[in-house]
């Protein structure tokens, strides 16, 4: 069950802003229009207003990455719509609130039975009916993740730096609450791992089979070793990038021995040296499709650091698992005796 809080901010002074549950479970902190049960958590005397895009916000894409044994990797920028955690929304206009304050038993049920104090400067807008006041509200809908570790600080910082605000009419209102946390989420879902193709040596002209009993190379070709995925927004103020590293390859050969490999493997050629290689212990000739499975797994450690923290925060494993069907032959050899 989750627990109520109550966030700072001195967004209509003495109201501070309650989180609530709502329908869904979600916890709502809202500042303007307070009633006797709750703060207002919908409607609220205007139309709500994440940011232009109807409560949404744009955040751009990018990534970068290295293959194994050299080449980079194609990442696609995009941009995604995400919903901010905060945002500001519009409940009054200058005339309006006027109103209001002209109505002590009304403005009372606005603000709750607590008491409150004026918006600093409210004269300035009192005959304005074009121009809204803003307020703060933030909900666990979007936070990050599954747990609210980190909902109530950020919202309390956000609120404690976002004060009730004046917009004139065709204004933007302020930028809502992206977090880090957030974009470190968006940057992790798009982090794609191509997983390329298992390769193995020895392959003999014709049918690529390899033979029983012999060490047989395995590696990945074509996969990225790294991978770094960037979400940013407020032209790249703030960000958060999440950074993949192949840590290791674990090899199985179906009728055959298995093998963990320190990387993606080492291509074949004269000369060169592996610790990635498996014995096929029986030929494919009774095997489906006369072939025998060959599984590269390969295990992903990722972290991710930020424009607030440049410490890594380590993400889980990822595992990208690849297989191919290898001909798997016996090798005939005649012994004669001499004369």
């Known amino acids: 069950m989750l627990t109520p809080v109550r966030s700072a901010g001195r967004l209509v002074a003495r109201l501070t802003a309650v989180a609530v549950l709502v329908a869904g479970g979600a916890l709502v902190a809202s500042t303007p229009g307070s009633a006797a049960d709750g703060p207002c958590v ?69 603000h709750g039975l607590g008491g409150f104090d004026e918006i600093p400067g409210w004269e300035k807008h009192a005959d304005d009916d074009k121009g809204h006041w803003y307020g703060g509200m933030c909900s666990s809908e979007y936070w990050p993740g599954d747990t609210l570790d980190g909902w109530a600080e950020a919202t309390t910082a956000w609120f404690a730096d976002h004060d ?26 798009e982090l794609s791992i191509e997983p390329g193709t298992v390769a193995w040596n020895p392959t003999r002209r014709g049918d690529a089979a390899t033979f029983v009993g012999v060490d047989t190379w395995v590696w990945v070709e074509g996969a990225p ?53 498996v014995v096929f212990q029986r030929s494919s000739a009774n095997q489906p499709g006369l072939r025998s499975t ?46």
């Open 42 to 110: 919908s409607g609220c005397g205007g139309s709500s207003s994440g940011s232009a895009g109807g409560g949404t916000i744009k955040v751009t894409v990018s990534g970068t990455g290295v293959r194994g044994g050299g080449g980079s990797v194609d990442v696609d920028t995009t941009t995604i719509a995400v919903h901010p955690v905060c945002w500001y929304f519009e409940f009054m206009t200058g005339k309006a609130y006027a109103e209001m304050l002209a109505d002590p038993d009304r403005a009372r049920i606005e």
């Open 164 to 189: 009730t605000v004046w917009v004139d009419a065709g204004d933007a209102p302020p930028d809502p609450l992206v977090t880090p946390e957030m974009l470190a989420e968006i940057a992790s879902s």
């Open 225 to 277: 070793h790294t991978l770094d995925v960037t979400a940013s927004v407020y032209g790249g103020a703030v960000w958060a990038r999440v950074t993949a590293t192949l840590g290791g390859m674990d090899v199985s050969a179906e009728g055959g021995t298995s093998r963990h490999c320190a990387d993606g493997g080492t291509p074949w050629s004269s000369g060169a040296s592996t610790d990635c290689s």
């Open 294 to 339: 060959l599984t590269a797994r390969e295990v992903w450690h990722a972290s991710w650091v930020s424009s607030a923290n440049a410490a890594p925060t380590a993400l889980a494993d990822q595992t990208v698992t690849t297989t191919s069907e290898v001909p798997v032959a016996e090798i005939q050899s005649l012994v004669t005796s001499g004369s």
